[in-house]
């Protein structure tokens, strides 16, 4: 393995990360035009090599067009954009105080549906391998004092049966997904650690470890089903207000 020195993070990635969070906010509508790499450079304060380096990247992602005469067109970033925007996505303040409640709902939508389907295909692929580490994250949630601690360690409890699912791209959706859900762990953990008992998750583990798949995808239904009730009950308070 040849690894290298760790680099401070560059200024083309402070222009890039600002220039998506415009795309993500809406500030640049698709078909518009970002404005010229010198007027970028003089308002960010950079050099327009910067610049240039961090819209390359943008196009690259797809989020940008380069068109010969007409500068940098702004795509719809929905249609071009990939999980590792959820998290830009789910933020609906400049702070960062406050989430967007659709895109919340959306991802909860895609959690009932996909964990049947992970601890189906864990049951059926892995089922003698996730003993250990299902035990062992089980354990943590057992002896979980708060709510935010229960969370982490049944976010592990899922890490380890998307690893028994045996498919990549489940686990890098997975990883979107935690992504979106962590930063909200302080809000929603204690209502939701409450509507996921560890008993729940031990009649899913039993039936993982023992391989009965269909079993295993009623069990997750159970354990997700609660959490829904409790998070899209947060989402109407806060759309309440």
Same mark, same amino acid.
């Given at each position: 393995?040849?690894?290298?020195?760790?680099?401070?993070?560059?200024?083309?990635?402070?222009?890039?990360?600002?220039?998506?969070?415009?795309?993500?906010?809406?500030?640049?509508?698709?078909?518009?035009?970002?404005?010229?790499?010198?007027?970028?450079?003089?308002?960010?304060?950079?050099?327009?090599?910067?610049?240039?380096?961090?819209?390359?990247?943008?196009?690259?992602?797809?989020?940008?067009?380069?068109?010969?005469?007409?500068?940098?067109?702004?795509?719809?970033?929905?249609?071009?954009?990939?999980? +590792?925007?959820?998290?830009?996505?789910?933020?609906?303040?400049?702070? #960062?105080?406050?989430?967007?409640?659709?895109?919340?709902?959306?991802?909860?939508?895609?959690?009932?549906?996909? #964990?049947?389907?992970?601890?189906?295909?864990?049951?059926?692929?892995?089922? #003698?391998?996730?003993?250990?580490?299902?035990?062992?994250?089980?354990?943590?949630?057992?002896?979980?004092?708060?709510?935010?601690?229960?969370?982490?360690?049944?976010?592990?409890?899922? +890490?380890?049966?998307?690893?028994?699912?045996?498919?990549?791209?489940?686990?890098?959706?997975?990883?979107?997904?935690?992504?979106?859900?962590?930063?909200?762990?302080?809000?929603?953990? +204690?209502?939701?650690?409450?509507?996921?008992?560890?008993?729940?998750?031990?009649?899913?583990?039993?039936?993982?470890?023992?391989?009965?798949?269909?079993?295993?995808?009623?069990?997750?239904?159970?354990?997700?089903? #609660?959490?829904?009730?409790?998070?899209?009950?947060?989402?109407?308070?806060?759309?309440?207000?």
């Amino acid at each position: 393995m040849e690894l290298t020195s760790i680099k401070r993070r560059s200024a083309a990635d402070e222009v890039h990360d600002q220039l998506l969070k415009q795309l993500v906010a809406g500030a640049q509508p698709p078909g518009s035009r970002l404005p010229s790499e010198r007027k970028l450079a003089e308002v960010l304060g950079v050099s327009r090599p910067v610049v240039r380096e961090a819209i390359q990247r943008l196009v690259t992602s797809g989020h940008l067009d380069v068109r010969q005469g007409d500068g940098a067109v702004v795509n719809d970033i929905t249609r071009t954009g990939g999980l +590792d925007l959820l998290p830009h996505l789910l933020v609906d303040a400049p702070d #960062g105080a406050m989430v967007n409640p659709a895109v919340v709902r959306s991802v909860l939508e895609v959690r009932e549906y996909l #964990g049947p389907w992970i601890a189906e295909r864990a049951a059926a692929r892995s089922a #003698g391998k996730l003993a250990e580490p299902l035990a062992r994250a089980l354990a943590d949630i057992e002896r979980a004092q708060s709510g935010p601690t229960q969370q982490l360690a049944a976010l592990d409890f899922w +890490d380890c049966l998307v690893t028994g699912a045996d498919s990549i791209a489940m686990t890098l959706i997975f990883n979107g997904m935690r992504r979106v859900y962590e930063p909200m762990l302080a809000a929603v953990a +204690d209502a939701v650690a409450g509507a996921e008992p560890a008993s729940a998750y031990r009649k899913l583990a039993d039936a993982v470890t023992s391989g009965a798949a269909l079993k295993a995808r009623r069990a997750a239904s159970t354990v997700l089903g #609660g959490a829904t009730t409790v998070l899209t009950e947060f989402l109407d308070q806060m759309e309440a207000q």
